[in-house]
């Protein structure tokens, strides 16, 4: 079931395993370094199953468009890889598989933030916590 309260425009306000993350994926360390202290935004627009995802910050400017249940295209860093999202007890789930293995990455509200938590196919957990826009 969709939970709407992800909805809008929001703020990264702090992170964990960013680095971790990023080193897995095979970023470049001075991509991984920059990359750590921006602080980009994330704009989340639900129109039913249809999902937009905009995420922006000072490194790159990236759009997702996808509809729960159906699978779609992805690319980060340059690296094409499938994808499927999913609602899970209210939480956005969305799984890509790439040539890295299977990245989940999970979005929901609690206490008035939005969390985005990224699991790596080696089990890093990345913690990426985000503070919604005035």
Known sequence: M???SISGKWKLDRSENF?????EMGAPWIARKAAAKSSPTQEIVLNGDEIEVKISSM???NVMKFTVGTEFETEWSKQKSKAIASWEDGKLVMK???ANGEVVTTR???GGELFMII???KGVVCKRIFK???
């Open 132 to 134: 919604k826009c005035e």
């Open 59 to 61: 490194m790159s400017n």
């Open 2 to 4: 969709a939970d709407d």
């Open 119 to 121: 699991t790596t196919p």
């Open 19 to 23: 680095e971790e993350f990023l080193e």
């Open 96 to 98: 890509e598989n790439g």
């Open 108 to 110: 929901h509200v609690e």
